[in-house]
Nanobody
Framework: VQLQASGGGLVQAGGSLRLSCVAS????????AGWFRRAPGKEREFVAA????????YYADSVKGRFTISRDSAKNTVYLQMNNLKPEDTAIYFC???????????????WGQGTLVTVSS
């Protein structure tokens, strides 16, 4: 499975962006889609994940209530809707996929290229 992320850009604090992650093929039922980010000088960190079979979603505390992960099965696409963005959300965002939910990057087998999100104050 190849993943292609897009949708990053420059936005003012309080604004919104929607990131997209398109899979090259229909993903299997137990697939878990995730979003991670890497801020300047920091390690890659978990942002959100979604189990395809149950629809259960998981979020980092730092984005809970502001970000929403969703999926359009017809388009083989997972989205990350980001609202009320803050300067500390500035990072390269990566989409990922695998067979198990976890908050560590090593749990995910498939990775898209990053897309840069910059939030100005």
């Amino acid at each position: 499975v190849q993943l292609q992320a897009s949708g990053g850009g420059l936005v003012q604090a309080g604004g919104s962006l929607r990131l997209s992650c398109v899979a090259s093929q229909r993903t299997y039922s137990s697939f878990v889609a995730g979003w991670f980010r890497r801020a300047p000088g920091k390690e890659r960190e978990f942002v959100a994940a979604r189990r395809q079979n149950s629809g259960n979603t998981y979020y980092a505390d730092s984005v809970k209530g502001r970000f929403t992960i969703s999926r359009d099965s017809a388009k083989n696409t997972v989205y990350l809707q980001m609202n009320n963005l803050k300067p500390e959300d500035t990072a390269i965002y990566f989409c990922a996929g695998g067979s198990h939910y976890d908050t560590v990057p090593s749990a995910y087998r498939y990775w898209g290229q990053g897309t840069l999100v910059t939030v100005s104050s």
